[in-house]
């Protein structure tokens, strides 16, 4: 995961100038609510395709439908000279968070 750093300064008033003093701090951090399940799609998505390499990751968002939450990412993979896309909808019970299905689509773009 990529930290983001924030830079900040401070100014110091000597005699006739201002000094800038650069400093940087790490930015707060927050887990995303779709982590865990954004990792069940790579779990998943690594057994389906274990000689594939995961090279990009985009949660696509997610829908409610009655009781269930789904929510849906898109990877792209390579597999030697082959690169491909694989659409990964987790359907899970909103109030239990069971995983009720999952579905894989692989697609060319």
């Given at each position: ?52 390499s995961i090279v990009d990751y ?32 987790i359907e899970y019970s909103t ?15």
């Amino acid at each position: 995961m990529l930290k983001t750093l924030m830079a900040v300064g401070i100014f110091i008033a000597g005699n006739t100038a201002l000094i800038y003093i650069p400093t940087v701090i790490p930015a707060l951090q927050t887990t995303p609510s779709y982590a865990k399940w954004g990792q069940l799609a790579i779990k998943e998505t690594q057994s389906k395709y274990p000689s594939a390499s995961i090279v990009d990751y985009l949660h696509e968002g997610s829908e409610s439908k009655h009781d269930s939450t789904i929510e849906k990412f898109k990877l792209w993979l390579k597999d030697g000279d082959h690169e491909f896309g694989v659409f990964v909808r987790i359907e899970y019970s909103t109030i239990t968070e069971k995983v009720v299905n999952i579905e894989l689509q692989e697609t060319s773009r």
